[in-house]
């Protein structure tokens, strides 16, 4: 079958024409629905992600319940339609930016934390060399609830105290960016970033049906695990907070790239978490980062909200 997404002109077998499709090898890893024939002539869909395309046959693994999901294997012959569709949501999907932006503290073992009404003041130390505005950032995903003068003014003093540059998180189309920008506070500009998430059996399950065959080692704790594949040239990091898995500097050296390293390398630090009770996985990406993007979503993520960084 071609590598391509050009469409495959069918032939007619009784009433029903199989093989008008745009599948091909490059749907492994992907979400698709497949309409094929069943042994007594009727047609069938399957939804789910696709795990493996031979010669004569191609393996999805279902969604739905327990007792429907699994791998199924169909023959190319038998294939009457079929198509990629978007990522499946992770249920935690419905819980409020503010909920998910509170479990990054855990990539931190020093995080200081202050109440400001409905805000999070937050300062941590250096991390990998410098200063993360994740941890250094005021999280102001909705209104204070004690007037924003006051809160801009609490901001303020809260980093000066500390000697840093006063820094606020927004959620990027909510209105708190509009009501700050009067007070001084306005994009850096940069460093807008979605805040991804995938259910972690799904996207484990995506990634280990691509990935390559690499050298890892990993180096663990109860709470962290960083992974090192192929010598040295693609690195990542990953940190449990409660069922979640926080994933971070995932890092491919730029002659070792497009070899598969970085799928390699979320496969090693999912297959962690997954053996710890992690259920989601989340991670920042900024949003110029077209690539990791596809990446990402590739493998079942998809973007809950996206983060952008206000100074004042």
């Not at 492994?28 to 007594?40: A, E, F, I, Q, S």
């Not at 978007?86 to 909920?99: E, L």
């Not at 992974?227 to 002659?255: I, Q, Y």
């Amino acid at each position: 079958m071609p590598e391509t997404s050009e469409p495959h002109h069918g032939e007619t077998r009784g009433a029903t024409t199989v093989g008008s499709h745009t599948l091909g090898p490059h749907v492994v890893g992907l979400r698709v629905v497949v309409r094929h024939l069943l042994p007594d002539g009727r047609a069938s869909d399957v939804l789910g992600t696709c795990t493996a395309w031979g010669a004569h046959s191609l393996t999805i693994d279902r969604d739905g319940p327990p007792d429907r999901a699994g791998p199924v294997e169909i023959a190319l012959a038998d294939v009457v339609t079929g198509k990629p569709v978007p990522p499946r949501a992770s249920v935690r999907a419905r819980v409020s930016a503010r909920d998910v932006e509170q479990h990054v503290g855990a990539l931190w073992t020093s995080l200081e934390t202050e109440p400001l009404g409905d805000w999070l003041l937050r300062a941590s130390p250096p991390h990998g060399g410098r200063l993360r505005r994740r941890g250094n950032s005021a999280l102001a995903v909705d209104e204070p609830g004690i007037g924003l003068v006051d809160a801009a003014y609490a901001v303020r003093e809260f980093y000066a105290a500390r000697e840093q540059t006063p820094y606020v998180q927004v959620q990027l189309g909510q209105e708190v960016e509009r009501l700050l920008a009067p007070l001084g506070f306005v994009s850096t500009g940069d460093g807008d970033a979605h805040a991804q998430l995938a259910p972690v059996s799904r996207a484990l399950r995506s990634l280990r049906a691509v990935a390559p065959d690499a050298p890892a080692q990993v180096e663990e704790s109860d709470t962290d695990a960083t992974a090192t594949l192929d010598g040295g040239t693609a690195t990542g990091r990953a940190v449990l907070s409660g069922d979640w898995l926080l994933v971070e500097g995932l890092l491919v050296d730029p002659a070792h790239r497009r070899r598969g390293l970085a799928t390699a390398v979320l496969a090693e630090l999912l297959d962690w978490g997954a053996s710890r009770g992690a259920t989601t996985a989340m991670l920042h990406v900024e949003t110029v980062n077209t690539g990791a993007i596809a990446l990402y979503e590739r493998h079942g993520f998809v973007t809950h909200h996206t983060n952008r960084y206000l100074v004042g």
